[in-house]
């Protein structure tokens, strides 16, 4: 079955940097645009960032272009977010997500993992 | 504050047809189609309608989706305790070029 596996959530200093990571199995990696969804303490689900299967295409929220990257490796089945010059409010569970093509440039998830707790604090 | 809007909460009782709305703009919901994710508690969400009223196999027929203009809606029939969950709504944001969520809904079952 899918799984969507994330690591590397901690606690972040502002201006720090941090780099998430997720392992997928179960299904063919490179078939599929993936992205990063993101939930802060007490808010609504954001979207952070997605990417193509060839990461020829990758795109960003404006509370995070500039500071985040997202980037993938299909051989190993496995995506990730660098994030630099985090701030307090990047607070948040990080998802990493499935993406299905859903018409026009719509992409959305459909399958998600269990998240990734990132805190930004000094 | 989240692009869709959805009540905060919601409840029924065992066997009840529980609805909760997504309220959405030209831009997202007018145009796209909106999706529906059940979150339970500790687990990670999962895709329960796509498409506007498709289901993804596995998933119980008791739950069904429609949309109209600018607003959708997800319904629950014959509720049971298990669908005690938070409830999510998203759709593709043609303006903001990317996917916009609801605040959720949390249902609670008396």
């Known amino acids: 079955q899918v799984q969507l596996v994330e690591s590397g959530g901690g606690l972040v200093k502002p201006g720090g940097s941090l780099r998430l990571s997720c392992t997928a199995s179960?299904?063919?990696?490179?078939?599929?645009?993936m992205g990063w969804i993101r939930q802060a303490p007490g808010k609504g689900l954001e979207w952070v960032s997605y990417?193509?299967?060839?990461?020829?295409?990758?795109d960003y929220a404006d509370s995070v272009k500039g500071r985040f990257t997202i980037s993938r490796d299909n051989a190993k089945k496995s995506l990730y977010l660098q994030m630099d010059s985090p701030r307090g409010e990047d607070t948040a569970v990080y998802y990493c997500?499935?993406?299905?093509?859903?018409?026009?440039?719509?992409?959305?998830?459909?399958?998600w993992g269990q998240g990734t707790l990132v805190t930004v604090s000094s | 504050q989240s692009v869709l809007t959805q009540p905060p909460s919601a409840s029924g009782t065992p066997g009840q047809r529980v609805t909760i709305s997504c309220s959405g703009s030209?831009?997202?919901?007018?145009?796209?189609?909106v999706y529906w994710y059940q979150r339970l508690p500790g687990t990670a969400p999962r895709l329960l309608i796509y498409?506007?009223?498709q289901r993804p196999s596995g998933v119980s027929d008791r739950f069904s989706g429609s949309k109209s203009g600018t607003s959708a809606s997800l319904a629950i029939s014959g509720l049971r305790s298990e669908d005690e969950a938070d409830y999510y709504c998203?759709?593709?944001?043609?303006?903001?070029?990317?996917?916009?969520f609801g605040g959720g809904t949390k249902l609670t079952v008396l």
């Open positions: 498409r506007n009223n």
């Open positions: 998203a759709a593709w944001d043609g303006s903001l070029s990317g996917p916009v």
């Open positions: 997500a499935r993406a299905v093509y859903c018409g026009g440039d719509c992409y959305l998830p459909d399958f």
């Open positions: 179960g299904f063919t990696f490179n078939d599929y645009y």
């Open positions: 030209n831009s997202n919901l007018g145009i796209n189609y």
């Open positions: 990417i193509s299967i060839s990461a020829t295409y990758t």
